[in-house]
């Protein structure tokens, strides 16, 4: 069985994607150790020529080229029905879905002013210019100007989380029990936030505690998956490699 | 076995409740059919004497008494295992717990101020003055004064809305091809709106197309289940059976 994994990588190797986190844990749940194939913004053609969109993860099986990280989670759990189950069945697939909608358009959305200006210090040097200028687009503004005012806009990204804390004030996992993967994708947000900043957005113990134990929870999965790569640079550096300033937090 | 639901009712046996709606649809989706006990705010001493709490649904089953919905539909699963799944598995029952909690803290709280200022007039006469005086001191203001920008504040009920309307473009029911838990938590939401008001919160065909397909697949469950009471009356009556004032839209 041939299975290949590509996945968006950043400065020296950081693993900065959220969709791509989601089907690594995926990939730790399923049991499966795919050939990882590291892939750059500025790797877009290659990934063109192989699945016809710019976007990563993609999953290469068998001779199939699935992309989209949704279309990938469902294709492991259709092709690898022995493996433990992602979805827990029809109804829980049905489920996840709308908490993966749930989490990409609300919860993800909500967190982006706090991680953006800090964000583009963990990618690769050579990337840099086309996520600012691509994302600047997008929003109509700087990403610094986006993240101005973080701590003014950081009650709406908690506001948003709220179900969450409560759920996990519930049970140890949203899947229940055991960790499934509903809870890799809202941990995928968590983790493109310890990535991608070092402010941490949950640093107030007592306004989360749940979430903040279910996140500990979850960087340790798989042998301390979470915690595999390297995290936020100590040291912001220019594309020449310099040191442009030390970490603010 | 004995199966009592007692089931919150309004002006002349209209189911008014979300929570008992989504445990009614659990009941049919169960094949269960109980003795049903409708009970009115005013009935409250006699609900605090079984439970010892003042909300419905209540279930009793051989001589178990369970108040929550969320713990009467975790009964059902459990104790009629043999009956379709209302969560497909441990890890669907995680996930409907998330999607539960965020339907009543964001979804219904959203929609509040779309009904409330026609809703008291589908309750019983003789309990309106509960609602009013219950309602209104937690909200600060008059139900009208609360439902006094319902244009203004639709657009907030639509944004909550829309990982709803994106999922359902993808998939039949929230539960996938078939509904479940899931599907009567939210539901009942947009149950709550049918009858508790005249105006419809999804009037805007183009906005939420596969929204309005499923809550018209949704009414038309179990015999047209979604049907089976009278919904918004069409005269709005005084204490004293008098008409007031004439449906509004």
Same mark, same amino acid.
């Given at each position: 069985?041939?299975?290949?994994?590509?996945?968006?990588?950043?400065?020296?190797?950081?693993?900065?994607?959220?969709?791509?986190?989601?089907?690594?844990?995926?990939?730790?749940?399923?049991?499966?150790?795919?050939?990882?194939?590291?892939?750059?913004?500025?790797?877009?053609?290659?990934?063109?020529?192989?699945?016809?969109?710019?976007?990563?993860?993609?999953?290469?099986?068998?001779? /199939?080229?699935?992309?989209?990280?949704?279309?990938?989670?469902?294709? %492991? #759990?259709?092709?690898?029905? +022995?493996? !433990?189950? *992602?979805?827990?069945?029809?109804?829980?697939?049905?489920?996840?879905?709308?908490?993966?909608?749930?989490?990409?358009?609300?919860?993800?959305?909500?967190?982006?002013?706090?991680?953006?200006?800090?964000?583009?210090?963990?990618?690769?040097?050579?990337?840099?210019?086309?996520?600012?200028?691509?994302?600047?687009?997008?929003?109509?503004?700087?990403?610094?100007?986006?993240?101005?005012?973080?701590? /003014?806009?950081?009650?709406?990204?908690?506001?948003?989380?709220?179900? %969450? #804390?409560?759920?996990?004030? +519930?049970? !140890?996992? *949203?899947?229940?029990?055991?960790?499934?993967?509903?809870?890799?994708?809202?941990?995928?947000?968590?983790?493109?936030?310890?990535?991608?900043?070092?402010?941490?957005?949950?640093?107030?113990?007592?306004?989360?505690?749940?979430?903040?134990?279910?996140?500990?929870?979850?960087?340790?999965?798989?042998?301390?998956?979470?915690?595999?790569?390297?995290?936020?640079?100590?040291?912001?550096?220019?594309?020449?490699?310099?040191?442009?300033?030390?970490?603010?937090?």
């Amino acid at each position: 069985m041939a299975l290949i994994f590509h996945e968006r990588i950043g400065l020296d190797g950081r693993r900065i994607s959220p969709f791509s986190w989601r089907i690594r844990y995926a990939l730790a749940h399923k049991g499966l150790d795919p050939q990882v194939i590291p892939t750059r913004f500025a790797d877009v053609e290659r990934i063109r020529a192989l699945s016809g969109q710019h976007f990563t993860p993609i999953i290469e099986h068998d001779g /199939q080229v699935i992309h989209d990280s949704w279309s990938i989670a469902c294709h %492991l #759990e259709d092709r690898f029905p +022995e493996s !433990p189950t *992602l979805f827990g069945g029809p109804a829980g697939r049905g489920a996840a879905r709308l908490v993966n909608v749930w989490s990409d358009t609300v919860l993800a959305r909500s967190l982006r002013p706090q991680i953006y200006a800090d964000f583009i210090w963990c990618i690769d040097p050579a990337d840099r210019a086309y996520f600012r200028s691509s994302r600047e687009a997008q929003l109509g503004m700087t990403l610094e100007a986006y993240s101005a005012d973080r701590d /003014q806009s950081l009650p709406a990204f908690l506001e948003a989380s709220a179900p %969450l #804390e409560r759920t996990l004030s +519930e049970q !140890p996992f *949203l899947a229940g029990e055991a960790p499934a993967y509903v809870d890799y994708v809202i941990f995928s947000v968590f983790q493109w936030a310890r990535i991608g900043s070092p402010r941490d957005v949950l640093a107030a113990p007592a306004t989360t505690p749940s979430l903040r134990d279910w996140r500990t929870r979850m960087i340790a999965l798989y042998g301390g998956l979470g915690d595999r790569f390297e995290g936020y640079p100590q040291h912001r550096t220019g594309p020449d490699g310099r040191a442009t300033e030390q970490e603010t937090a």
